[in-house]
């Protein structure tokens, strides 16, 4: 399998779920920005010319938590059981894209991307997406009041993907501080060597 990805929230996601089963993974460190957006190769792989993006043979997925789903599966991991947790975890990956990381996702942008570009946060943007993520983090949160991960209280893909965007992240002041236990489940997967450090070649 051969894994395109950069130091992004969605680039964190497979890496780190690659890195915690030990995948036979090929990392391919790639910048669409500078170089392979405009290669003919890589268009090929994906509609979309973004990474990350996972080749294994003829098979190409895209999207960061099918990816991840799929490097699990692969490897028959636990972090994505086929009993009936399944309907769970898409339950909370749809959640995640249509709610909770969607905000903090707007929040990244604004206070992290922006500025790279020498323009700053939109106001409006901010105020709004601040408001949706405390919203939806209570969910989050009083779920994790009962138990360690959020499936079945045992660690799966669903915990890798709802927390990439949280940590290493300081700069795009997402409003999470303020729920002790989303703090504490960051806390405890900020214990794991393949979070801390997601990226190949680096611990």
């Not at 993974?25 to 993006?53: C, G, M, R, W």
């Not at 080749?55 to 086929?82: M, T």
């Amino acid at each position: 399998m051969k894994l395109y990805y950069f130091e992004t929230p969605n680039g964190r996601l497979p890496c780190s779920v690659a890195k915690y089963i030990n995948a036979p993974i090929e990392y391919v460190h790639t910048n669409i920005v500078k170089d392979q957006a405009v290669s003919e190769e890589f268009k090929k792989l994906t509609p979309v010319a973004k990474v990350p993006i996972l080749a294994d043979g003829d098979r190409v997925v895209w999207e960061s938590k099918a990816i991840a789903a799929y490097i699990a599966e692969k490897c028959e991991s636990d972090l994505f059981p086929k009993d009936e947790r399944l309907n769970d975890i898409i339950r909370w990956f749809v959640w995640d894209s249509e709610h909770f990381s969607n905000y903090a996702a707007v929040l990244y942008y604004e206070h992290i991307i922006r500025p790279v570009f020498g323009k700053a946060a939109r106001d409006f943007l901010v105020e709004h997406s601040n408001k949706q993520f405390i919203h939806n983090a209570q969910v989050l949160d009083h779920v994790l009041s009962t138990q360690q991960w959020i499936v079945a209280d045992q660690l799966s893909v669903v915990d890798f993907a709802l927390s990439r965007g949280l940590i290493g992240t300081e700069l795009a002041q997402i409003p999470y501080h303020g729920f002790k236990n989303i703090v504490r489940w960051l806390n405890d997967l900020n214990q794991l060597p393949a979070v801390q450090n997601p990226w190949p070649n680096k611990g």
